[in-house]
Every structure is written in structure tokens, then in C-alpha cells.
């Protein structure tokens, strides 16, 4: 009896067929759970996010490399798509039965903050890309994740584990390997002030980027005191529209929206080019963000931290195939490090208990 019971105690750790075994059952089981809908809209979201933001940060290099000079123009055209989200929010009322939220000063105010945060880093995100290659800047932009965590511990109060920090350290070390091998990928006509720069900016954009993330939240929780799909959608209008608004200030006062039909007379690919980028550009931003959006609801944050961990190297290899971006080893291996880092830190806060998952 008492060696039964060490058995139960001490169950023998399975095999790995057995271990295969049970995750097809899993995910049979998962798959049969929701319609065929809801795997179509999952794969549709899921596309959009791996498809459509990395052509959006190409897009902001291509506008750079073909002579375009201005970063309001850039920044502008991160919001400029905020009726994208709106046609896709309107339906839903219909569809789902639900009422607008009411919009009460201090969730108007609210909005209007993020907005203008989310001007400030869509600025800050259009000087990195006018001074760094699409793969280097989608790297720094990883450290978003550090940011989102950091702020969301002191903010919103969420849990740092061990895992967190330990992909917390390996992201500032890929970081660090970035830094010091910044000589192989500067561009001929980026000077060292401009490259470091750069460097500079998008790291405070992916901070600021944590900051906005975390604040968002807060204002679900102690504002709208709920989240569903179509709460978080009108919050992405609203603070899509105040960034419009925003921009579309600092693009009149620094006087270039008269610079865009200069910039159009000469681009590299003539007026039918520069258009084509900016008008791309608008449409690809924010259907990435619509896509992560549908993908957090429809499945959960671990499969949109995946997607988001796998759009990094996406990004890179798409800038080194269609733009011939610099790629040296240290930077692969960087790529390589960061890519580890967000697995940790997506292992670490895989809800493990059935009620969480």
C-alpha cells in the first residue's frame, strides 16, 4: 500500500509521445469548441497583424529613402486611418445588440491624453525610421514589451514573475549588442549624430509605447469598468481621432502640408509613388492595430504576444530582402536573442490553471 501511494504522490513523468498526444487532443478539442467563424476571423486578424505592420514600418522607410523629408508627415499618417477602425465599429452595435459607452468629461479627457501621447509617439517612431534601417528599428521597438511590463507593475499593479524579468534582462542585452554594433548597419548618408539619434527615439517611443498600453488599461479599469470588443474599439477610434487631430495641428504649424506637393514633384517614383506610400501607409497601420485588437478578443493576450514576437523577425527579413537592409551577425544574433526573450516572457505568463486559460 505505502509503495501505491508514493506512486500517486510521485506520479512518473510522461512521455513525450504522450505529451504529443494530449496537445492533439488539446487542440481538437479547442478547435471543435468555436464555429467555423471564429477560426476564419482568427486567421483573418492573425494575417493582418504579421502582414500589416511590418509593410507599415517598410512603408515609413521607403517615404525616407525616396526623398521624403518630413516626420509629421510620417506621424500623420500613422492616425490619418482612424475612420478604418470607425467603419468596423459601427456595424458591431447592430450586430451584437450593444449601445455606445457614454462619454462622460473624464473618459473624453482621457482620450484626449492618449491621443496626444500616441501623436507624440508615432513623432518619435518617424525619427527612428528616417535615421535607422526598418530591421534595427523594429529590434529597439521590441523593448515596447519591457516598458508595457515595467509600467504595468507600478500603474495598473500586474505581476512580474521571474520570467519576466529574465526576459526583461535578455531584451536589454540584445539591445546592448545593437549599440555596440551600430557601425554595419548605418546608412552612407545617416551621419553618427543622426544614427544615435535614432537610436535614441526609438527607444523612448517603445517606452512611451508602454506607458500608452498601461494607461489603457487603467482607463478599462477604472473608467469604463469593462472590456469587450467594441469598448475596445471605440477607445482606438477616440484616441486614433485626438492623434489625428493632434498631428494634423503640428503638420500646419511646422507648414509641410505645402511641403507634400514638393515632396510629391520629387520623389524617386514620381507623384503616383509618394502617394501610393502614403495612402499604403495609412491603411497598413491601422489594420494591424484593428488586427491585434481582434486577436487579443478572439483567442488571448499569449497568442497576440506570439504573433507579436514573430513580426519582429518578419519585419527584419523583409527589410534585408526588399530594401537590402545591412544584416550582419551580431545583429542576427540580436535577432535571435530578442526572439528568446519574448518567449520567456510569453512561457512565464501562460495561464496554466484551467479557469485562467
Not at 521607403?62 to 500623420?76: C, R, V
Not at 501621447?117 to 529590434?139: E, G, K, V
Not at 507623384?271 to 499604403?280: A, H, M, P
Amino acid at each position: 500500500m505505502s509503495g501505491s501511494g508514493e506512486e500517486m504522490e510521485n506520479p512518473r513523468p510522461k512521455s513525450w509521445q504522450a505529451k504529443c498526444s494530449a496537445f492533439r487532443t488539446t487542440v481538437w478539442k479547442g478547435y471543435k469548441s468555436k464555429s467555423i467563424s471564429h477560426w476564419i476571423l482568427l486567421a483573418l486578424s492573425s494575417t493582418a497583424m504579421l502582414v500589416a505592420f511590418p509593410a507599415s514600418s517598410l512603408l515609413s522607410r521607403i517615404y525616407f529613402a525616396n526623398g521624403g523629408t518630413s516626420k509629421w508627415i510620417i506621424s500623420w499618417v500613422a492616425a490619418a486611418g482612424w475612420p478604418i477602425p470607425a467603419l468596423v465599429l459601427v456595424p458591431t452595435y447592430f450586430f451584437l445588440g450593444v449601445f455606445p459607452t457614454p462619454l462622460d468629461f473624464k473618459l473624453a479627457a482621457s482620450y484626449a491624453v492618449l491621443g496626444f501621447l500616441s501623436a507624440a509617439d508615432n513623432l518619435m517612431y518617424a525619427y527612428a525610421y528616417a535615421y535607422l534601417p526598418p530591421s534595427t528599428a523594429s529590434l529597439l521597438g521590441s523593448t515596447s514589451l519591457i516598458f508595457s511590463a515595467l509600467f504595468g507593475y507600478l500603474l495598473v499593479k500586474n505581476r512580474i514573475n521571474a520570467s519576466t524579468i529574465n526576459s526583461i534582462v535578455i531584451i536589454t542585452a540584445a539591445m546592448a549588442i545593437i549599440a555596440l554594433d551600430s557601425d554595419s548597419d548605418r546608412y552612407a548618408s545617416i551621419t553618427d549624430r543622426q544614427y544615435a539619434l535614432g537610436f535614441v527615439w526609438d527607444i523612448l517611443a517603445s517606452a512611451l509605447h508602454g506607458l500608452i498600453f498601461a494607461l489603457s488599461e487603467l482607463v478599462f479599469d477604472k473608467l469604463v469598468g469593462r472590456r469587450s470588443f467594441h469598448v475596445v474599439l471605440e477607445q482606438q477610434v477616440m484616441v486614433s481621432l485626438f492623434a489625428f487631430i493632434f498631428t494634423t495641428i503640428g503638420l500646419i504649424v511646422n507648414n509641410d502640408i505645402h511641403g507634400m506637393a514638393s515632396e510629391a514633384r520629387t520623389c524617386k517614383g514620381g507623384r503616383s509613388s509618394y502617394l501610393s506610400v502614403l495612402i499604403w501607409g495609412v491603411i497598413t497601420f491601422q489594420l494591424g492595430i484593428l488586427g491585434g485588437t481582434a486577436v487579443l478578443f478572439l483567442a488571448s493576450t499569449v497568442l497576440a504576444g506570439v504573433l507579436n514576437a514573430i513580426r519582429v523577425p518578419l519585419t527584419s527579413v523583409a527589410a534585408v530582402v526588399l530594401l537590402n537592409d545591412p544584416m550582419s551577425g551580431f545583429k542576427i544574433l540580436s535577432l535571435i536573442i530578442t526572439f528568446w526573450g519574448f518567449a520567456c516572457y510569453i512561457y512565464g505568463n501562460y495561464p496554466r490553471s484551467k479557469d485562467s486559460s
